[in-house]
């Protein structure tokens, strides 16, 4: 998923741990956002940014955190993992056309 | 990547057939929508949209149909391939607000190829 760059693909955490997602873009998009994915639902929005150092809540906050410091990147924090973040995690900026999203590839992140 | 995929409704369909999959969505307000395409371990990949003061979109093999009047959306792929084994979602977008687009993501279709 050329345009969108996430780090780590696969993560491992005990309950209570800490992390960071990162996610870059190629591009120069204002708005970027993260998403989870669980078996059986569609994709949730945890945060958005509309611009360099803004941010709001999407449907599914609560335990995150995120951080737009500059146009390029937009990390996710788990300050307290707990297994029902166990998920695949999706960051994504507009496409070129600004219609749809362009999608990275995807951080698997698993809480036991 | 396969977790993602439990407890989806699943399609097969025979190579060289052609595949039809459906998506209801739930806005009526909503002006534009997406079909993406969603493969093992992978991130989603934009299909073919479509505006809602159309009926009928068509790209290389899929072609998107948009029936306003019972919310409903389609996306047929024809001679199907393979390579076109998937998970497929689509997605409204009910408004762009504070300078974004926060669309709604339908939970999916799983199609299996059959040789």
């Known amino acids: 998923n050329a345009g969108v760059t996430q780090t780590p693909k696969f993560q491992v955490l005990k309950t209570g741990q800490s992390m960071t997602l990162q996610c870059a873009q190629d591009m120069n998009h204002n708005s970027m956002y993260w998403y989870r994915q669980d078996p059986g639902m569609g994709l949730r929005l945890i945060y958005y940014s509309a611009s360099e150092g803004t941010t709001d809540k999407g449907e599914v906050p609560n335990g995150y955190n995120v951080s737009r410091l500059n146009k390029r990147e937009f990390s996710l924090r788990l300050e307290s993992a707990a297994p029902s973040q166990t998920s695949v995690y999706f960051c994504?900026?507009?496409?070129?056309?600004?219609?749809?999203?362009?999608f990275g590839s995807g951080t698997r992140l698993t809480v036991v | 990547g396969e977790s993602v995929g439990l407890h989806l409704p699943t399609l097969s369909v025979q190579e060289g057939d052609n595949s039809i999959i459906n998506c209801a969505y739930s806005?009526?307000?909503?002006?534009?929508f997406i079909w993406y395409k969603q493969e093992s371990g992978k991130g989603p990949q934009f299909i073919i949209d479509?505006?809602?003061?159309?009926d009928k979109r068509q790209g290389q093999r899929v072609t998107v149909l948009l029936n306003k009047t019972v919310k409903h959306l389609s996306l047929q792929i024809a001679a199907t391939q393979p390579g076109d084994s998937a998970v497929y979602f689509c997605a409204e977008n009910p408004a762009r607000v504070s300078g974004t687009y926060k669309y709604i993501f339908g939970t999916g279709t799983r199609l299996k190829v059959l040789a």
């Open positions: 806005n009526s307000a909503s002006d534009y």
């Open positions: 994504a900026r507009e496409r070129m056309s600004n219609y749809g999203y362009t």
């Open positions: 479509i505006r809602s003061n159309m």
